[in-house]
């Protein structure tokens, strides 16, 4: 069982940056694979972007490749994601997700534990 917490939300310019966190608890935190999603209003939920459980290995949807990254901190129990150049086609509510003993994967339903969400707003 793994229990989420994200924070770091919050409203920002356009070009501007925010970071994002996600706390567990749960043994199996350190081993599992994690990813960030989004969901606008209106619209279903989207992938954003994972990392493996050792950090190694980090995969991004288009729409934010080369814009946002994904890091842990597994000591602390904790993974971050770094939005840079904010556009306001990235307002959303933000999830963090875990994929117990897993790899990558970019499909809502392959996670097994989410959070509640954090709210991203991007003023044009």
């Known amino acids: 069982q793994v229990q989420l917490v994200e924070s770091g939300g919050g409203l920002v310019p356009a070009g501007g940056s925010l970071r994002l966190s996600c706390t567990g608890s749960?043994?199996?935190?350190?081993?599992?694979?994690m990813g960030w999603f989004r969901q606008a209003p209106g619209k279903e939920r989207e992938f954003v972007g994972c990392?493996?459980?050792?950090?190694?290995?980090?995969y991004f949807s288009d729409s934010v490749k080369g814009r946002f990254t994904i890091s842990r901190d597994n000591a602390k129990n904790t993974v971050y994601l770094q939005m840079n150049s904010l556009k306001p086609e990235d307002t959303a509510v933000y999830y963090c997700?875990?994929?117990?003993?897993?790899?990558?994967?970019?499909?809502?339903?392959?996670?097994?534990?989410w959070g509640q969400g954090t709210q991203v707003t991007v003023s044009s």
């Open positions: 997700a875990a994929r117990a003993n897993f790899g990558l994967s970019s499909r809502v339903s392959d996670y097994d534990y």
């Open positions: 990392i493996t459980w050792s950090g190694a290995s980090t």
């Open positions: 749960g043994r199996t935190f350190s081993s599992s694979a």
